[in-house]
């Protein structure tokens, strides 16, 4: 009997072990396959990016999606300015941009989350409907 549930847990233990691979497997794909249609999107666009200006404008650049797109962008000849509230990260992807595809970089360290509870907070302390930045 003691075999039996030694070879039950082993097998559930392998079977947990390999839902847990498969799961970072699927998370890793579906990242690659968010990658290469930012890319896609990107090679498509590559007339209309320029003609847009010189510069692109990234938030969340320091990390994960936005720092790819940033670089997709780069890869295209924009300039990039980097927008995300981690500026010593913020830093290191302007550096790495840079001296790689050779473009200029601006950063900006903002947490947006506070900008917005701040516009708020102006608004309904003045009464106001409505808040144009404009």
């Not at 082993?10 to 396959?33: C, G, K, M, P, V």
């Not at 990390?63 to 300039?79: D, P, Q, T, V």
């Not at 830093?91 to 790689?100: F, K, P, Q």
């Amino acid at each position: 009997m003691l075999a039996n549930s030694n070879q039950s847990d082993i097998y559930q233990t392998t079977n947990q072990s390999q839902l847990a691979n498969s799961n970072q497997s699927e998370i890793r794909q579906a990242t690659q396959n968010q990658l290469f249609t930012l890319k896609k999107w990107c090679l498509s666009k590559r007339k209309t990016l320029r003609q847009a200006g010189e510069w692109a404008v990234v938030t969340g650049a320091s990390s994960g999606i936005g720092e790819a797109y940033a670089e997709e962008l780069a890869k295209e000849g924009l300039n990039i300015m980097l927008i995300s509230n981690d500026e010593e990260q913020l830093s290191t992807v302007a550096n790495r941009i840079e001296n790689t595809y050779n473009v200029q970089t601006r950063i900006v360290v903002a947490d947006f989350t506070k900008v917005i509870s701040i516009l708020n907070e102006s608004v309904n302390h003045n009464n106001l409907k409505s808040l144009s930045l404009t």
